[in-house]
């Protein structure tokens, strides 16, 4: 599907600046050319797709089929779902964790929202593909969602709804049903416009996430000897998932910048689980996020809430690395 | 006069759309007061999930999404 890509890439750089086949220079190039296109190509089709998707299925319809119905469990999953299809935007976890408190939806199925969202979205979605292909992708994508759904219900059933702050807890209280709800009535021709200026605003904005990642990438693939990471991080070696996590939890980058880079670790030697469990704590935690939940919660139920989702990722790092 | 306001917790989207938001008075030439909204209770009352919000004269016009200046000079 790609290949058109790599001659591309090779023509230029071995061709057109005429650098030596094999040479390092030359690798990294051709690697940063063919991955940056194949990239922003397929970003721009799933922020496209999940657009569509979006302009149809909006989030305030979720909240009011995630308040209306009574799902026997089954609302984690759903919640969990949801998650990776909206698009996340960390300044929105706020908003959207009060309207859902708002809107009667219990604690530890807002919270598998809140987990899910920023591990699976387009942008992650997109470059997965381009990075480790559909089948990886597929695995990713599932476990971040059964993440989500099971840290959403440790959560629940620890009953944090003390630790929120006072005045949510006001809103907790007064919670109901919403069924109001206004759709833009619009047809397709007319969301077009709007879901394609969305979607290019989504690639602008990661664009350079995206440059540098696969930048510092592309150095790494030609610079650093394959099995070099091996010598530290091994599959043998037991602490190594949680190290990694431990190391991804404080530091933020979206799934865009981050990346390119697991990509190179997994080249060079590390073992792809250990490599997406870091992934998924720079993405899905961060100081950042801890500061916006401040607003709602206190510093306990951030603390529990860090610790949970910390937990699942170190357990499905070991489960990654059975199964790969 | 039309009072606009701009519901947003700080994010770079919610700045583009108060810019456009200034811009669009400009272009229609009209009189209106635009107001940044930060504080999440505020914001809150109006009911919204995902932000920013363009809010004219107390109505929620659109939600979730940066509109263009022209978008939002016909809102006006």
């Known amino acids: ?3 058109w890509i790599q001659m591309l890439a090779d023509g230029l ?6 650098l030596e086949q094999h040479s390092r220079w030359g690798e990294a190039l051709s690697f940063f050319i063919y ?6 190509f397929l970003l721009m089709l799933i922020t496209s797709l999940m657009g569509i998707v979006n302009s149809y299925f909006p989030i305030d319809r979720i909240r009011n089929f995630l308040s209306r119905n009574k799902l026997y469990g089954a609302e984690y999953l759903l919640a969990s779902t949801f998650g990776a299809v909206t698009p996340f935007c960390s300044c929105s976890s706020v908003p959207l964790f009060i309207g859902f408190v708002k809107g009667g939806i219990p604690l530890g199925v807002t919270f598998a929202f809140l987990i899910t969202s920023p591990l699976v979205n387009e942008v992650a979605v997109a470059m997965f593909i381009g990075i480790f292909g559909w089948k990886t992708t597929l695995i990713y994508v599932s476990s971040g969602i059964l993440l989500g759904t ?3 219900y440790i959560l629940g059933r620890l009953r944090l709804e003390h630790l929120l702050s006072d005045w949510v807890k006001g809103v907790l209280h007064n919670a109901q049903q919403e069924d109001a709800w206004e759709e833009e009535r619009l047809n ?3 969301r077009l416009p709007v879901i394609g200026r969305e979607a290019i605003g989504i690639v602008k904005s990661v664009f350079w996430y995206v440059i540098v990642g696969i930048g510092i990438g592309a150095l790494m693939h030609g610079f650093i000897p394959t099995g070099f990471f091996e010598a ?4 043998d070696n037991p602490l190594a998932v949680p190290l990694a996590v431990l190391m991804g939890v404080p530091m933020y980058s979206n799934a865009a ?3 390119p880079v697991v990509q190179v670790l997994v080249q060079k030697g590390v073992p792809l689980g250990t490599a997406l469990a870091f992934m998924m704590a720079v993405v899905g935690l961060s100081l950042p996020e801890a500061t916006l939940l401040k607003k709602v919660m206190s510093l306990k139920l951030i603390a529990i809430f860090f610790g949970v989702v910390t937990l699942c990722i ?3 790092g070991y489960v990654f690395n059975l199964i790969f | 006069m039309q009072q606009i306001k701009i519901l947003g917790t700080g994010c770079p989207k919610c700045k583009n759309m108060e810019a456009n938001a200034r811009e669009a008075v400009k272009l229609k030439g009209v009189a209106a007061e635009i107001i940044k909204v930060e504080d999440i209770q505020e914001i809150m009352a109006y009911n919204v999930l995902s932000t920013p919000v363009l809010v004219i004269d107390e109505e929620i016009k659109i939600k979730g999404r940066v509109p263009t200046v022209e978008e939002i000079a016909q809102l006006l």
């Open chain 1, 1 to 3: 599907m790609f290949d």
């Open chain 1, 13 to 18: 750089v071995y061709g057109l600046l005429g």
């Open chain 1, 35 to 40: 991955d940056s296109i194949k990239i922003l």
């Open chain 1, 150 to 152: 099971v840290g959403g």
């Open chain 1, 188 to 190: 397709f021709r007319q």
């Open chain 1, 232 to 235: 530290w991080i091994t599959r």
């Open chain 1, 257 to 259: 910048g981050v990346l």
């Open chain 1, 314 to 316: 170190i357990i499905s």
